[in-house]
């Protein structure tokens, strides 16, 4: 049975194709800015250190609904923003904006489950540091939200290194959970437009 309670920390990994999917929009590629582990668990999102901060999301940009009829759900994503993966796995991105859905087998979350998991990944991403999980409810459903900050490697030329943070939301339905990572760049306010992504996130 797979698990989405064990991480592992890999930069820029592949993302498998297990299965079709319907999207709105947007072009698909085979790399992504998280990390899956080979059990199917999900890792904390990285940011690059050739990446420039991006800007803020518009208060006019356009919003499409994906609808993941393999892993059934759907949620709202920008127009644009480049898709990679599929199936259970599908990450959204523009630069060191990043949106990562995980969905599998899995029981429903808890502050101190999500807690458990994020001091997991702590133990291969010396970097990363998290706000106390709290329950929270999305619309009807419930869910665990947790904030966690991870920074790049050093750029080889400039040395610089880039801050996510990251809104991670957990929600379960029927035997299967969703991990719903949400990151943009330290100092980069997409709060607004990264809360009405994760209230759009339903079940199908």
Request: charged content about 20%; hydrophobic content about 35%.
């Amino acid at each position: 049975m797979h698990s989405i309670h064990r991480f592992s920390i890999a930069a820029l990994v592949a993302l498998a194709v297990t299965a079709p999917v319907v999207a709105g929009c947007g072009s698909k590629s085979s790399s992504s800015n998280s990390s899956t582990s080979t059990n199917g668990s999900t890792g904390a999102l990285s940011a690059e250190a050739q990446s420039t901060a991006t800007g803020d999301i518009p208060d006019n940009q356009v919003f499409l609904t994906f609808k993941n009829s393999a892993a059934h759900y759907s949620i709202k994503y920008p127009e644009g923003w480049t898709q990679h993966g599929s199936g259970r796995d599908v990450t959204f991105q523009d630069k060191n904006n990043v949106v990562h859905i995980v969905v599998d087998k899995g029981t429903a979350p808890t502050p101190a489950s999500v807690r458990a998991e994020l001091q997991a990944l702590q133990e291969t991403n010396l970097g990363l540091r998290f706000q106390q999980p709290h329950a929270v409810r999305i619309g009807s459903a419930p869910a665990v939200k947790a904030v966690y900050t991870t920074r790049s490697k050093p750029n080889p030329v400039t040395g610089k290194r880039v801050t996510l943070v990251v809104d991670r939301y957990e929600f379960a339905k029927g035997g299967r959970r969703a991990i719903v990572d949400l990151g943009t760049p330290k100092g980069v306010d997409n709060v607004d437009a990264y809360r009405m992504m994760s209230e759009s996130f339903r079940w199908q």
